[in-house]
């Protein structure tokens, strides 16, 4: 089955792929850009995202909302994680979070699915830290320092295979429950 992703980033794409693979879920990446509406619940960017590309393509897809948010900045950058990067880079998150010996943090992914009749999100979480010194090669932004305790590395020191089986949990509820729901 295709379904379009609306993201125009390859590598979004790819780990996305990766995580619904065994689904038979083949995604089609979406030239359409729209605007995103600014509001603090990732869920509502997600929804608005995908309602107005339908709007566009008039065919079932899936969009998602990712975000950094560090719990001593009160979730700081969050819902704003791309445009703060843009704006800031990671130097600049750096300087925020200096001041603190810990700044535990989580990454999220929100994804909405639609068909012009139902409306469905999916959410995970990745829990880890950022540290003061960025390590890695394989990521950007925040990639190089968001830290992983468990795995005693940052995003940026992970395969892209590490890296989807560690953020695809949201696309593997979608996975299972889209197949049920094809189904039908």
């Not at 899936?62 to 950058?77: K, N, Q, Y």
């Not at 445009?83 to 990671?90: L, N, P, S």
């Not at 560690?166 to 509820?173: D, I, R, S």
Request: hydrophobic share 35%; net charge positive.
């Amino acid at each position: 089955m295709k379904l379009i992703y609306a993201t125009s980033n390859k590598l979004k794409l790819q780990l996305a792929q990766q995580s619904l693979d065994s689904f038979g879920i083949t995604l089609v990446d979406c030239a359409w850009q729209v605007p995103e509406i600014q509001s603090m619940s990732q869920e509502a960017v997600a929804i608005d995202k995908a309602r107005k590309l339908y709007k566009l393509v008039h065919k079932p897809l899936v969009a998602m909302d990712s975000g950094l948010f560090v719990e001593t900045l009160d979730g700081f950058p969050g819902v704003y994680t791309k445009d703060i990067m843009q704006q800031i880079g990671i130097d600049g998150l750096l300087q925020l979070t200096a001041a603190h010996k810990k700044n535990k943090a989580y990454t999220q992914r929100t994804i909405a699915y639609t068909d012009g009749k139902i409306v469905k999100t999916f959410s995970s979480k990745c829990e880890g830290e950022i540290i003061p010194d960025k390590r890695g090669s394989n990521g950007r932004d925040y990639d190089l320092i968001f830290y992983l305790p468990k795995k005693k590395k940052t995003l940026a020191e992970l395969s892209d295979v590490d890296k989807s089986k560690l953020t695809g949990e949201a696309w593997q509820q979608f996975g299972k429950w889209f197949t049920k729901y094809q189904s039908k």
